[in-house]
């Protein structure tokens, strides 16, 4: 009897949904925790705002050249097995991290995490294209990726506060004790695989999958989109708590770190883009998201405290919104090799992260923050203009009479080769 995916009304859809949820805490807090108390981090050991930079860039660095070898260990023992490992190696990490005694040992312990974690952000949407029933991944995939911003934003505001009250390392303990609990949630909930087996893939196999993708200049693009996008705002993040911070605000380190509330409007617009895709297309909301983007950044110029964080949250919102659509995009087009596909996307997501996060750290030393605003607008113009010249558009199907449902089967159909009307 042929099994063709869970569905929303089963208890293991459920599961799924909820375990990979705490996933992204566990993954997500461990990563971005130290990007809530740079400041303080930088004052403790003495270093520069772009150096106290490197500790997240370095574990997103860390993420993107682990992803690949990620997919291809996913493929020999299965997805979620992986994920397992992944997850129970990084919260031991994630303990040494916090007990560091300099810089130089931080870094490179973050280096390893970074590669650990690099497991769950490369398989996640992988194995629910796997495990949910094809009409319904697209709404999976959503739900999952605002999970990833409960985690990030979990992590930073835990971290922030307390580096202000505490210090940085017992904030970072307490991360970590938390992503502990999250990780053992997501090993007791998550079902036995159903949809997958492993293929013993090759390395050549694996190259093969990645020529593949390579060749679509489609998902080209959308691994450009995740690099550029992600680079500026994870530069956002790293450097506006510096300049809260500073004399312009003067603002305390308990209070400054605060801003990584704004987060939930990112768990908003990525839920969101599971209703907005199939009424009016992908690249309509990809674009739509990244003008938003834009539009954010250029309001946190204000002098005034309360229009900085309302440009915050529209810039997060449409970060979130743009990511969403992007990572779905990649694993519904990869009809062959997604894993693969889905990787490389990750692969440029977190270099875009860990290089462009910490470049603007000169821009910020160098032009404040109208230097590190200028450079993320030209980034998402960049995006913006390889979106709307290489990616396929294409107008949503009108509600009602079944309208959005059939385009969301449609596109779902276009991930797993279902009949269905080619993505124009």
């Known amino acids: 009897m042929s099994w063709d995916g869970h569905l929303p009304e089963s208890r293991e859809y459920r599961r799924i949904l909820a375990g990979l949820g705490a996933a992204g805490i566990a993954t997500f807090a461990q990563l971005y925790s130290p990007q809530g108390l740079l400041p303080t981090l930088a004052r403790g050991l003495g270093v520069s705002p772009a150096d106290a930079a490197l500790s997240v860039s370095v574990a997103t660095l860390g993420v993107a050249a682990a992803v690949l070898p990620w997919s291809w260990v996913a493929d020999r023992v299965g997805r979620l097995r992986a994920m397992q490992v992944a997850i129970v190696a990084s919260t031991a990490l994630g303990v040494l991290v916090a007990v560091a005694p300099n810089i130089e040992v931080l870094l490179a312990l973050r280096l390893v995490e970074g590669m650990a974690l690099g497991g769950l952000p490369a398989l996640a949407v992988t194995y629910l294209h796997d495990e949910v ?11 999952y990726i605002s999970g990833t911003t409960v985690g990030g934003a979990a992590g930073r505001l835990v971290a922030g506060p307390l580096a202000g009250l505490v210090g940085w390392r017992p904030a970072l303990l307490t991360v970590a004790v938390v992503c502990a609990v999250a990780s053992a949630v997501f ?56 300049r809260l911070e500073g004399p312009e605000f003067a603002l305390p380190a308990t209070v400054g770190s605060l801003i990584f509330a704004a987060y939930a409007a990112g768990t908003v617009s990525s839920r969101l883009t599971g209703r907005l895709v199939p009424r009016f297309g992908r690249r309509r909301v990809l674009v739509a998201g990244t003008l938003t983007m834009a539009t954010g950044a250029g309001l946190t110029l204000a002098g005034a405290l309360a229009a900085v964080v309302i ?14 659509t992007a990572s779905a995009w990649v694993g519904a087009r990869a009809t062959t090799g997604r894993a693969q596909a889905t990787a490389l996307y990750n692969v440029a997501y977190y270099s875009g992260s860990a290089v462009v996060g910490w470049v603007l750290g000169y821009a910020w030393s160098g032009l404040g923050w109208v230097g590190v605003v200028g450079a993320v607008a030209a980034l998402a113009a960049v995006a913006l203009v390889v979106a709307l010249v290489v990616l396929p558009g294409g107008r949503g199907l009108p509600v009602g009479r079944g309208g959005a449902r059939a385009e969301a089967a449609r596109l779902d ?5 279902l009949p269905g009307q080619p993505s124009r």
């Open 187 to 242: 090993l007791r909930l998550m079902p036995k695989a159903r949809g997958y087996r492993p293929s013993g893939a090759t390395a050549r196999s694996v190259a093969d999958g990645i020529r593949v993708s390579l060749r679509d200049p489609a998902l080209v693009a959308l691994c450009v989109q995740g690099a550029l996008l992600m680079g500026g705002f994870v530069a956002v993040y790293n450097y506006l708590a510096f």
């Open 133 to 143: 029933h094809a009409h319904h991944t697209a709404a999976a995939a959503a739900a």
């Open 311 to 324: 440009g915050l949250l529209v810039l997060t919102a449409g970060f979130f919104a743009a990511h969403a």
């Open 413 to 417: 159909a276009d991930a797993t080769g």
